[in-house]
C-alpha cells in the first residue's frame, strides 16, 4: 500500500502562484509514476501533470503547460506542482496519484492505484 497526503492548497488571485507537496509513504517501490490530477464541480477528474520516478521525465496536460511544474525528491519520496500564472479556470480539488500506469495512459486517473484526500485549490478573477 501506498499512502499520500496533499498540501499547499489555497486561495489565490488570478495571475499568482501555488506549490502543492505531495509525501508519499509505504510501499513506494512498487509505483513507477506519480502525478497530479483536479477535479472541478460537474467535470471530469483530468489529468495535470505526471513524473516517471526513475528518470524525472514529465507529461502536461495542454491546458497547464509553460504554466505549471511537476518536480520530485526521490529521496524524501515527495513530488511537488509549481503552479504559476494560475487562472480561475484552475480552480479545482487537486489530487496526488501513484501508480504503474502504461505509456499512453500517463494522465488518465483510473490507471493510477493510489490517491491522496486531495487539497483545494481557488482561483479568483
Known amino acids: 500500500q501506498v499512502q499520500l497526503v496533499e498540501s499547499g492548497g489555497g486561495s489565490v488571485q488570478a495571475g499568482g502562484s501555488l506549490r502543492l507537496s505531495c509525501a508519499a509513504s509505504?510501499?513506494?517501490?512498487?509505483?513507477?509514476?506519480m502525478g497530479w490530477f483536479r477535479q472541478a464541480p460537474g467535470k471530469e477528474r483530468e489529468g495535470v501533470a505526471n513524473?516517471?520516478?526513475?528518470?524525472?521525465?514529465?507529461s502536461y496536460a495542454a491546458s497547464v503547460k509553460g504554466r505549471f511544474t511537476i518536480s520530485q525528491d526521490t529521496a524524501k519520496n515527495t513530488v511537488y506542482l509549481q503552479m504559476n500564472s494560475l487562472k480561475p479556470e484552475d480552480t479545482a480539488m487537486y489530487y496526488c496519484?501513484?501508480?504503474?500506469?502504461?505509456?499512453?495512459?500517463?494522465?488518465?486517473?483510473?490507471?493510477?492505484?493510489?490517491w491522496g484526500q486531495g487539497t483545494q485549490v481557488t482561483v479568483s478573477s
Open positions: 513524473i516517471y520516478r526513475g528518470s524525472g521525465g514529465t
Open positions: 496519484a501513484a501508480g504503474r500506469p502504461t505509456y499512453l495512459r500517463q494522465l488518465v486517473s483510473s490507471a493510477y492505484n493510489y
Open positions: 509505504g510501499s513506494t517501490y512498487s509505483v513507477n509514476y
